[in-house]
């Protein structure tokens, strides 16, 4: 199956650029993927190309959510990849990241060195939040559509798209023999110092779901 990588990014300067190239060339070091998509959110810097990624650029910046579901869009794999570009990759990523897939998962995704710390386990949990890099069929995309572009600049909208699925019957599955480096919030905490896209997003998702998990 043809695998397609999503990768938003938002550059403020050339250190974003390297964290993001870092990010590119560690995925490709350690997966065989077919398609890599660079969607460039409007940023500041853009004076910058990747090597073997194509790069869509917006002409301002709509926020992670419209970014991801541009790229999705202009994927063409059968398996769809979402991954932050804050993140460096390990050896086996890919294989661990699909391997929930090969079952009878929809969605699947790792483990991330922010959220779940540095050692791994050997087993399969499912319903676990995810957010950082996670992958999906294309069909059940197809069912689903897009990430909530209400939730904008932000967080929240991963949660969000897990909820949907889980309600449309979807399994989402996470593999704890796989990790990768996240370093988390590195653009976010630059763009909404103060949280205030945070909170306004969480008062979104608390209207829309009644509670925040």
């Known amino acids: 199956m043809k695998t397609s990588m999503i990768i938003p990014c938002y550059l403020l300067d050339r250190s974003f650029f390297e964290m993001?190239?870092?990010?590119?060339?560690?995925?490709?070091?350690?997966?065989?993927i077919d398609e890599i998509i660079i969607v460039d959110d409007g940023s500041p810097y853009r004076e910058f190309v990747f090597e073997d990624a194509r790069i869509i650029r917006l002409q301002e910046n709509r926020g992670y959510p419209v970014a991801v579901n541009v790229g999705l869009q202009?994927?063409?794999?059968?398996?769809?990849?979402?991954?932050?570009?804050?993140?460096?990759?390990?050896?086996?990523?890919?294989?661990?990241?699909?391997?929930?897939?090969?079952?009878?998962?929809?969605?699947s995704c790792i483990r991330a060195s922010d959220s779940d710390g540095w050692t791994t386990e050997d087993k399969i949990t499912e319903g676990d939040k995810f957010g950082s890099i996670w992958a999906i069929k294309r069909y059940a995309y197809e069912k689903l559509g897009g990430l909530?572009?209400?939730f904008g600049r932000?967080?929240?909208?991963?949660?969000?798209?897990?909820?949907?699925?889980?309600?449309?019957?979807?399994?989402?599955?996470?593999?704890?023999?796989?990790?990768?480096?996240?370093?988390?919030?590195?653009?976010?905490?630059?763009?909404?110092?103060?949280?205030?896209?945070f909170r306004r997003n969480a008062e979104l998702y608390r209207k829309k779901w009644g509670f925040i998990e």
């Open 20 to 32: 993001t190239e870092t990010c590119l060339t560690t995925a490709r070091k350690y997966g065989d």
């Open 74 to 107: 202009a994927a063409s794999g059968d398996i769809l990849i979402v991954s932050n570009n804050d993140i460096v990759f390990t050896a086996h990523w890919l294989d661990e990241l699909l391997e929930p897939l090969k079952r009878s998962y929809d969605i």
């Open 148 to 150: 909530d572009e209400q």
């Open 154 to 197: 932000g967080t929240f909208e991963d949660t969000d798209y897990r909820r949907r699925a889980l309600q449309a019957g979807f399994r989402v599955g996470k593999n704890h023999r796989g990790l990768v480096i996240h370093h988390a919030r590195a653009t976010f905490d630059a763009v909404d110092p103060g949280h205030l896209y």
